[in-house]
């Protein structure tokens, strides 16, 4: 009897109880721009340095995660509501006892439109200071909202908690200063070879290449990443690919197809790239977005 890849994924994961504690789900919403939701329970799982060109907003809900950013460590506990400004880099890992949490990529899109009916048009972007803050009852209300797209509540119900935690975490958390995002990929040098990493992703390119293209020193050229994006120009294509293959796998293109198309050496390394920063394989994304 065949069996496709979307029931072998689904069969792995309800048999792994007994290899592999850790269990996640990845899910998208038509509304709001495609909003992405991750709800995941790691006790082994670790996440690789990374970054979104999201917000990140979520809560854990038992245990604790232990994570960098913001040139700090931090450990997000039941209580708390974490939230990461766009192209924050950021890893991710559990606790001795494991974590639970809940995940939200709103867009910029999405949160400047909240951010002008909550605090004005003239405010721009809001900033977060803190990756952590101290709020049982944003912490609450989050889950709850999380829960209620997660099992299919009434689009009205789940939309209207979803902009009242929205609204609640700008109104309360978001700091005085308006968030500027890096220039990098609008003018000057980053612009320019950030073009260059994503207009080819299969192109095979190295750092002396690069440099010599843009008439700069190796080094330059990831200060200068590093100074406007925060990240070098490998992690800015690792990124790029990586936005690319959620594209093709939420479309439902193959995962040899999709690895090849992005640029990955072979499937072994796509996947394993794709898990540590998007916490699930690139089989579970496809067939959670296929679900």
């Keep these: ?10 069969q792995e994961i309800l048999s792994a109880p007994n290899r592999n504690p850790d269990r996640a789900r990845f899910w998208r919403e038509s509304q709001h721009g495609d909003l992405e939701y991750l709800h995941a ?6 996440y690789a340095p990374h970054v979104h060109d999201t917000y990140t907003y979520g809560t854990i809900t038992k245990g604790a995660e ?17 939230v990461l400004n766009p192209d924050v880099l950021h890893d991710g890992m559990p606790s001795e006892q494991g974590y639970e949490y809940r995940m939200t990529y709103p867009s910029v899109a999405l949160i400047a439109e909240i951010t002008e009916d909550v605090l004005g048009p003239k405010f721009g972007l809001p900033f ?5 803050y101290d709020d049982l009852d944003l912490a609450a209300r ?6 209620l797209f997660e099992t299919g509540a009434p689009r ?42 994503e207009d080819d992703l299969t192109l095979d390119i190295n750092l002396t290449d690069l440099a010599a293209r843009s008439g700069v020193s190796r080094f330059h050229l ?19 690919r990586l936005s690319q293959a959620r594209s093709l796998l939420g ?8 690895a090849f198309a992005c640029g990955f050496y072979d499937q072994s390394h796509f996947s394993k790239t794709f898990k540590g920063v998007v916490g699930v394989t690139p089989g579970q994304y496809r067939a959670d977005m296929a679900a």
């Design 128 to 132: 977060f200071a803190e990756p952590l």
């Design 1 to 10: 009897m065949s069996v496709t890849q979307q029931q072998a994924v689904r």
């Design 41 to 46: 329970r790691f006790v082994r799982h670790t």
């Design 156 to 197: 009205l119900q789940s939309e209207t908690a979803l902009v009242d935690c929205l609204s609640i975490l700008i109104a309360r958390h978001a700091d005085a200063r308006p968030y500027v995002r890096p220039v990098g990929r609008e003018a000057g040098l980053v612009s320019r070879v950030c073009r260059v990493l």
């Design 142 to 147: 989050t889950a709850h909202m999380h829960r």
């Design 251 to 258: 479309s439902g293109e193959g995962l040899a197809e999709t």
């Design 222 to 240: 990831i200060r200068a990443f590093k100074s406007e994006l925060g990240i070098t120009p490998h992690m800015f294509r690792t990124r790029a």
């Design 66 to 82: 232990i994570f960098h950013a913001y040139g700090g460590r931090h450990v997000a506990l039941p209580g708390q509501v974490t």
